[in-house]
Structures are given as C-alpha cells and as structure tokens.
C-alpha cells in the first residue's frame, strides 16, 4: 500500500512533484495543475490485490496527459475502470465523458489518453490486464469511454471498488484471495453493459455469492428484509438461494439478526447517538418493534439496549462481527473451488 499526499511537499515544487507522482501509477502519464493560477490537490492512494491495482485519489485543478507514445510503450494492455463522485473529466480516441455527478468509466492502456479535474473531486480506479479480464477487445472497445454507472451492476461495482480501496492493510494472501472475485464482477459489469447476455451469463453466476451478500449488507436495515424478497431481486429461487447461501456457510436468518443488532450495538455506544432514542436506534437497525429488540438484544449481549449504552468501553464486546468484503471474498473463493 502506498500512500502520497502533494500538500506534504513544497509549494514551489508541487507540479514537478505531481508529475513524477503520474510517472510513478500502475498506468504512468504525465500531470499538471489545469489551472497553473490555483493550487492543485493531489492526494492518492495506490494498492495491489495480486496482479490487480485499485487506487483512491483526491483530485482537484488537475489535469493528467498519456501521449500516444507513452501509450504505444505499455507492453501489457490493460483495462482501467473509473468511479468518480464529482466531476471529472475521461478523454479517449474521440470519446469524452464529462459528467458532473460523477460516472463509471471503463478505458484502456494502449491509445492516448486525456483526464481533468477542475473542481474536488474523488475517483476510485481499478486496473486489470485485457489477459486476465477475458474479454475480447473488440467487444470492449464498444462500452469503452461510456459511462456504464447506470447498468444493472453499476451501483453494486460502485459500493464494491469503494470498499475494496478503503480495506485496511492486508497480507500478501489475503490480498490474493480478492483477486478473482473482483475480476468476474468486472467481467459481469463489462458484459452486460455490453448487452451480450451469453458473455455475461458464467460471470454473473460465478459473483452471485458475493452480490447477494453485498446487498444483505446494504439492505439489513430494510425490516421487509426476507428470503422471498431476496430472491425477487437476483432472480432466482428461493431454494436456489438458500444453497447460493449455505455454500458460503451462511444460515440467512441468523446473518440478518446478528447484522442488525451489531449495527445497533454500534450505534449505541457511540457517543454522537447519545440523545437517540433506543427505539429510533432499534428502527434503523430493522427492529420496528422495541420490544422484539430488546429480546433480542438481551439474549445476543446479556444486558439491555440502555444497559449496554451506559457501559464502558472497556466492559463491551461484540460476540458477533459482521460479515467483511474480505470474509466475502473468501467465502466465495471456497465455493468455485
């Protein structure tokens, strides 16, 4: 994991730094201020999951250039896919893609290529060679320079390569195990954006342990929350569902349980909460009823909601941890195998 931070350096030499900071990414290009009158912020994190890159940068009055013959040296070609949440600008082979309210951007290494951002902004970037991503270029070349956001996958893949660059620092292993799971749910984003359902089709199959379990984590708070619901939403069975689920050694009622009281047990002892009531704490956790919360939370952590808000820190413990990207990941990597 690397981290830089342009405001560490000298003002007087900020764009010298910017630009050998560019020459230095996983896909190098060269960068300036936009606006060489502003200051420009350039903050980035860059990270390795196996052979793949996932960076989070903070961007602002910036403006980054990779030449055709930069381009040309590149001996791998690979797929760079970009969320951004503010504007930001993607220029590729006449193709522009400038969207104020951010956007989903896949483009690739090999063809000149044109960013900027003239106001802050923040993008999530995630890098794969053409090799491993299994695609043939000339069905990307079509979804290339397009915003993808809006597909089926869009906000799923948004939420995911978030979390996924927000991770604290792993071991070598556990990084690896992210690797593949994260290169099908490219792959499935990729193709049904695409709209080619056969190329999508054994990708989308192979991360639905790993959507559904993403989605449970998004929706535990819904208390419309079910079995039925869920599988509505993917399409599938709910017999089909319960074995996606055992396969990854998940007993649905109980996850969604544990889930919501250890958001609640969270939020109760969070000193921010301390005027909430336990009630209005108990109904964004997906407890409508106070008193089935209490019962529940009781017999989860042997004391009630307000007796476990007065405790110490010290004194709490979480007998159950909610379920992590990482612990999805490798769960899921236990099902293909």
Known sequence: MRYFNLTDGDPSSRVEVLDEAARNCSVPFRARPADRGRAVRFQHLDRYFAGINV????????????????????????????????????????????????????????????????????????TVTIEELGLPYLFLRDVMVRNIGHSPLG???NKYLTELAGLPELSRAHAASLAHPTIDLL?????????????????????????????????????????????????????????????MNVTLGE????????RA????????????????????????????????????????????????????????TPLTLLDIAEADSETRD
């Open 155 to 157: 906000p799923l893949v």
């Open 255 to 262: 996850w969604i349980r544990t889930e919501r009281l250890s």
């Open 187 to 247: 792959r499935a984003l990729l193709a049904s954006a695409g709209g080619d359902e056969s190329l999508s089709r054994q990708p989308l199959s192979r991360t639905l342990g790993m959507r559904i379990m993403l989605y449970l984590r998004s929706h535990a708070g819904d208390p419309e929350l079910s079995a039925d619901k869920l599988a509505a939403h993917f399409g599938i069975s709910k017999r089909y569902l319960y074995a996606v689920l055992a396969g």
């Open 265 to 320: 047990a969270r939020a109760l002892a969070n000193p921010a909460n301390a005027l909430v009531s336990v009630s209005a704490i108990a109904r964004r956790s997906g407890y409508p009823d106070h008193s089935s919360f209490s019962r529940a939370f009781k017999q989860q952590y042997g004391c009630t909601p307000s007796e476990w808000r007065l405790l110490p820190d010290t004194d709490r413990s979480f007998r159950q």
């Open 55 to 126: 960076t989070q940068t903070a961007l602002d009055n910036f403006h980054g250039l990779r030449s055709a013959n930069l381009a040309r040296r590149d001996p791998v070609p690979r797929l760079i896919l970009t969320v951004s949440s503010g504007p930001y600008m993607i220029e590729q082979n006449g193709r522009l893609d400038r969207q104020r309210s951010g956007s989903m951007v896949p483009y690739w290494s090999r063809d000149a290529l044109r960013l900027q951002a003239d106001e802050p902004t923040r993008a999530w970037s995630v």
